[in-house]
């Protein structure tokens, strides 16, 4: 039966959990705080520290609108700074990534080592009288951890530590990231019309892999599929059970029973979802790291990396990287497809053409169960003080009115 207006503005009876209002993804107050009382308080992916391999690399990004850089020391260890002078403010990297030994701010040409201590002053005497000192002007940095070659950073400096934020999230990524040195082999950026949320929600919503054709081939229709379960963690992350996905299924495809990465069967998949917006996905040859850039309630930056194994042969790796992006690549299988999924819904959302998303599936916990998804907005939840279901409090404000006049 099809639904008049005010049906249709009635949210779906279930329980608060099994569903989100879309107003979830496009309002600005609720973007704005995610910023504040997510962004700025969780551990967040930045990069691959193959993107670092020496002393004096650096890379400088932008999280929740404030310029970082990201530099590894002479001392081998990976550091992060707010990328601003100490003098005046001014931007002090502008460079998307590159080679340095020092800093120096093209401003007035203060200057800073890559510890982020502040080395040198112009005209220093200036400062005699009211005593200020290069010590008192070192950078602001920013907690750093590098797990598995994957580099985290938390503006809070009261957060609590990366391992026990993550817990036991990595466990299935230990042997296949940690075994080898792995490098980054593939880095490209998407510019979607879809809110970040709703590209997590692809890594953890497997009943879509009904849309991707080489899914439903190679996965869903594999003996197995529906008996593996999601492990829920605290703090909003997932993972599920392997899987070993049959590539050769699909026409033209290998078996990808060679370059099996380690600790997996081949053709092994895993996949890790870390809160608020990471997602490792291993299959068996290669890996894919996720992370987005919330620009707008409506448009993200997705930042997609390939890895492989640090030194093999060129011919391994031209193997492993056509693995890659059969399924990942820009022209490839799956990834592509995930962008037109997100931004179909965005561009219901955006005008209001759609009012409720349902999360409501129970399968045990195995692949297609939704209760990911629902742990994931219970988390949000906490951090936001909002609920999922209700992220203006409207309807609390309503039944409250009612409550009031009965
Ligand atoms: S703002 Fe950087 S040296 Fe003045
Ligand atoms: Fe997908």
Redesign the pocket.
């Known amino acids: 039966m099809t639904r008049n207006a005010i049906q249709w503005l009635n949210p779906p009876r279930l329980p608060e959990d099994h569903y989100v209002d879309s107003t979830v993804y496009t309002d600005r107050q609720v973007f704005e705080e995610e910023r504040e009382r997510i962004f700025a308080r969780t551990w967040k992916f930045v990069c691959h520290e193959s993107e670092l391999p020496d002393p004096g690399n650096f890379r400088s990004v932008e999280h929740v609108g404030i310029p970082l850089v990201v530099v590894r020391g002479p001392d081998g260890t990976v550091r992060t700074f707010f990328n601003s002078?100490s003098?005046?403010?001014?931007k002090?990297v502008t460079e998307p990534r590159g080679t340095s030994k020092n800093f120096t701010?093209f401003?007035?040409?203060?200057s800073y080592d890559t510890q982020g201590r502040c080395i040198e002053i112009?005209r220093e005497e200036g400062y005699e009288q009211c005593g200020l000192k290069k010590d008192d002007c070192g950078l602001r940095s920013v907690r750093t951890a590098v797990r598995l070659g994957m580099v985290f950073i938390n503006l809070d400096d009261d957060a609590e530590d990366f391992d026990s934020y993550v817990g036991n999230s990595l466990e299935d990524l230990l042997e296949p990231m940690g075994a080898q040195p792995m490098e980054v082999f593939h880095y490209h950026r998407v510019l979607m019309r879809a809110n970040w949320k709703q590209w997590h929600e692809t890594n953890m919503e497997l009943y879509h892999e009904w849309g991707h054709v080489v899914n439903r081939t190679t996965s869903v229709a594999v003996p197995g599929y529906h008996d593996r379960k999601w492990k829920i963690h605290p703090n909003g992350h997932g993972s599920l059970e392997p899987l070993k996905v049959q590539y050769g299924n699909y026409k033209g495809w290998d078996q990808r029973d060679n370059l099996t990465l380690a600790g997996l069967a081949p053709g092994e998949f895993r996949v890790v979802d870390l809160f608020p917006n990471t997602t490792v996905i291993v299959r068996a040859t290669t890996i894919r790291i996720d992370t987005s850039i919330p620009i707008a309630p409506g448009l993200t930056l997705l930042e997609q990396r390939g890895l492989g194994i640090k030194g093999e042969s060129a011919q391994d790796r031209s193997h492993r990287q056509q693995h890659h992006n059969q399924f990942w690549g820009p022209f490839g299988r799956n990834l592509a497809e995930d962008v037109l999924f997100v931004e179909a819904v965005e561009a219901a959302n955006r005008q209001g053409a759609s009012r409720f998303g349902i999360i409501a599936r129970h399968e045990q916990l195995m692949s297609q169960d939704d209760e990911i998804m629902r742990a994931y907005y219970r988390t949000w939840g906490a951090h936001m003080g909002r609920r999922a279901s209700d992220p203006l409090g409207i309807r609390q404000q309503q039944a409250g009115a009612i409550a009031r006049r009965a």
Do not use: M, V
């Open positions: 002078c003098h005046r403010g001014a002090l701010c401003f007035h040409l203060w112009t």
